[in-house]
């Protein structure tokens, strides 16, 4: 594939659940596989995630892995409408930039507060239905040197992710509960009417990491 490795990184139940029906989601995993994700975002050129993971976690997305600095890698949020507040802790560290890549029509006077935050705010004008579409955001991550993305994001986008074709590898951190159908899953509906639609991948790696499994997989074509 050209462009940048898309990595998909997942932090789910034993079951594939992101959080709970009311959204309650810290933390499902454990601090061993926290501490690898850190080391995970501390290898990617860009850390990439959606508006909505903003609104619900209000994240830093820095890498901060143990025993190692803190690294400055980039951070992209797929924000169609402007919605990230001018507040957002993503803005206190100036250290690592923030992308907002967003719609063509999205508020002016939105985009002027992100900027003033500290945001560089660029817009797309191809979508995936009502939101800018995630493999022009990785295509334009490519134009602008990224090599690798790892993909922290809620449903929509990790089904997006998987939609486009250009997940490669996934993370897969599996915490030993069960948070049944009323929990939110961690890949939204892909719309496939045939098994033979499914992406395929295959198992590279399982070790155990604190209380969690830690899955590794590769795509398979």
């Excluded at 993503?90 to 907002?100: A, E, G, N, Y």
């Excluded at 997940?167 to 159908?181: H, K, N, T, Y």
Aim: charge should be negative; glycine fraction near 12%.
């Amino acid at each position: 594939m050209s462009g940048p490795r898309v990595v998909l990184k997942l932090a789910t139940s034993l079951d594939g659940r992101i959080a709970l029906g009311n959204g309650a989601s810290q933390w499902i995993t454990g601090p061993e596989a926290r501490a690898q994700v850190h080391r995970l975002r501390a290898d990617a050129d860009v850390v990439l995630t959606g508006v909505g993971t903003v609104l619900a976690d209000d994240p830093l997305l820095t890498a901060r892995p143990e025993g190692g600095p803190e690294t400055g890698a980039g951070r992209c949020i797929l924000d169609t409408r402007l919605r990230t507040p001018p507040g957002a802790r993503l803005f206190t560290d100036r250290d690592s930039p923030v992308l907002i890549l967003c719609g063509a029509d999205a508020p002016a006077g939105s985009r002027a507060q992100l900027e003033e935050a500290g945001a560089v705010v660029e817009s797309l004008n191809r979508y995936d239905g009502p939101h800018v579409s995630f493999a022009a955001a990785i295509g334009r991550l490519g134009d602008l040197g990224a090599e690798s993305v790892l993909v922290e994001a809620g449903a929509r986008i990790a089904a997006a992710a998987m939609r486009s074709g250009l997940v490669e590898r996934i993370e897969w951190f599996r915490a030993p509960s069960i948070l049944g159908g009323d929990g939110v899953p961690a890949v939204a509906a892909l719309g496939f009417e045939r098994l033979d639609q499914a992406p395929m991948f295959r198992r590279a790696a399982l070790r155990e990491c604190g209380a969690d499994a830690w899955e590794t997989y590769e795509r398979a074509d």
